[in-house]
């Protein structure tokens, strides 16, 4: 029987240093295991679908815990969870899968949104959630721009160094869609997978074209070259959110 | 030549003890005094058109200023004052008016909308923006409700004392408006004044009905007691927020 326990997670991720366990900085999984120790025992570990930075965050995070037994149902999981979490996590699904599954490896795709606030001011109530820039954005060249990464590319060039080399920075974008409403500007990226810091790096190139800063050619560009490119122009970690994870 | 600059603020109410200045506690009004000080020297007093209490948001909080000279315009001291407050205050608007206007007692009426989310887990990202209830709130009953505070009332049962005698609590309410979209229900409530924590017994006791906790009639019967009723349903504040004020 089963004792596999997967949960759809959705924190603010202004409130933690990211999801991946830290010493001495509060971490999303850190929190998760705590929780799972203090209902269950100790020796709980949290496995997570991906590993958001500091200050992004998450409506759809998946993850999964293997526990000793089968007692609690995923429902009662949930509430136990939720009374001893901060209320910046929140657990909204648990149940029982199959030993088969895995948060990180069984998933087939991702799907992130990007949020930017295009206005002189930056309302209080958007601050940690979005990303403010003064000037207007051209929406028409950010569509433009973004269509350039639909399909299968190497995106080294859209990659952050974690510091270890990826087995391949080969990626397929499903689809980019942009939208609009006043100020707001939502990017959502939804692709089989995503390197580090890729989406930031994809949207800070996307903007860069809507501010006439460069040209839609030089997208193309730098995915043909396949080269690192550097942090120069990552898009801030509030905008991002990890929306949902499909398997 | 007028030298009292309005200004219209929005905050979020989370970040602060309110708006009126306290001693060792980080005020809405100490924080606009600081900046404006900051800018412009010392003695700068900023009156606001509303108090609100510790917790409670506003999108259209307006306050006036009385400057010693007038050589920058209002554009220049808005950018000046966001430059120096926190990103969890923001000046939206700045201009020159008569000495006439005061941001309290010209003031014609105000509008509050009050946030609540009804269902069993409240998202991350509405922690301490709305007022969070497990169970479903009927619409229906919350708006036959709200109908009955509509018109000139004494409202000394729902406003709680401040420890002052008010001159009167005759209060005129022109339109309580309910809506509701999935979980969240937005109660928004327009009057030409209110009294100490009015709108949040308001409020409070519009839910007690839409839970089936008591009756439409009890509204009215308190309102026409127009005794004091104690806090026991004070709705939280963290639903709050002051969105315009008439002039």
Known sequence: ?????????????????????????????????????????????????????????????????????????????????????????????ARYVSQNFHARFSAKGQLYRYRIWAAPILPPFEFGRAWHISSPVDVDLLKAAGEKFVGKHDFAAFAANRGKKEDSTVRTIRSIRVRNKGPLVAIEVAGDGFLYKMVRMMVGAMVRVALSKAEVDEIVSRLKSARAAGLRFVAPAEGLCLVKIWY
């Open 1 to 93: 029987m089963p004792r596999r326990l997967k949960i759809i997670v959705a924190y603010d991720g202004a409130a933690f240093a990211g999801w991946q366990s830290q010493l001495h900085r509060k971490t999303v999984q850190d929190e998760l295991e705590r929780a799972f120790q203090k209902i269950g025992g100790e020796g709980f570990r949290v496995h997570g679908a991906g590993r958001t930075d500091t200050g992004v965050h998450a409506f759809g995070q998946c993850a999964h815990v293997d526990l000793p037994t089968r007692k609690m149902s995923g429902e009662r999981w949930m509430s136990a969870l939720n009374a001893i979490l901060p209320a910046t996590i929140r657990v909204l699904r």
